[in-house]
T-cell receptor
């Protein structure tokens, strides 16, 4: 089983739709979680951290389910500019604080 | 702040040649990472430095790859000799606290 798994997509959704991505992780001792966004031919950029209690940033909501070992990202009222690949990132902690990136979920918002 | 600076942006080289990629992390960030990204394998961690010291190089694919960080403001990733399968985008990233990486714009390497 991969350390971090994501559905590669693509998710094709119309403008204004709500879309959700999940990401599963294998290490139950993982300590911190993040979502990154990567535009085509660009570098990944931090979108938001994921907190145990769940957190929201505008149209974006991130949640963590430790029991089932997954994190989620919900995007409400999708915009064309949300089209990108969303990478799930897991920090497994320990002395080395190993960070693993998922391979990403591609989102295409359609007019 | 100028962010993480990588050079060159693009590199096309012939198989067997030496390639050197360069990275300047954000000032004050004490951790630096080299990643490789391909369509097939996604983002792969090659090597991680903390306070200029290599901590984990288990992701370096083979002896043809080497990385150095002679000081806090500069790192290199060298491939010698290069092979077509090394073609990828190579990213450098830095962080002060492992709670959010800043990536450079990447070097797109093509080995023909």
């Amino acid at each position: 089983r991969k350390e971090v798994e994501q559905d590669p997509g693509p998710f094709n959704v119309p403008e204004g739709a709500t879309v959700a991505f999940n990401c599963t992780y294998s290490n139950s001792a993982s300590q911190s979680f993040f979502w990154y966004r990567q535009d085509c031919r660009k570098e990944p950029k931090l979108l938001m951290s994921v907190y145990s209690s769940g957190n929201e940033d505008g149209r974006f909501t991130a949640q963590l389910n430790r029991a089932s070992q997954y994190i989620s990202l919900l995007i409400r009222d999708s915009k064309l500019s949300d089209s990108a690949t969303y990478l799930c990132v897991v920090n497994s902690g320990g002395g080395y604080q190993k960070v693993t990136f998922g391979t990403g979920t591609k989102l295409q918002v359609i007019p | 702040d100028a962010g993480v600076i990588q050079s060159p942006r693009h590199e096309v080289t012939e198989m067997g040649q030496e390639v050197t990629l360069r990275c300047k992390p954000i000032s004050g960030h004490n951790s630096l990472f080299w990643y490789r990204q391909t369509m097939m394998r996604g983002l792969e961690l090659l090597i991680y430095f903390n306070n200029n010291v290599p901590i984990d190089d288990s992701g370096m694919p083979e002896d043809r790859f080497s990385a150095k960080m002679p000081n806090a403001s500069f790192s290199t990733l060298k491939i010698q000799p290069s092979e077509p399968r090394d073609s990828a985008v190579y990213f450098c990233a830095s962080t002060p606290n492992r709670h959010g990486y800043t990536f450079g714009s990447g070097t797109r390497l093509t080995v023909v």
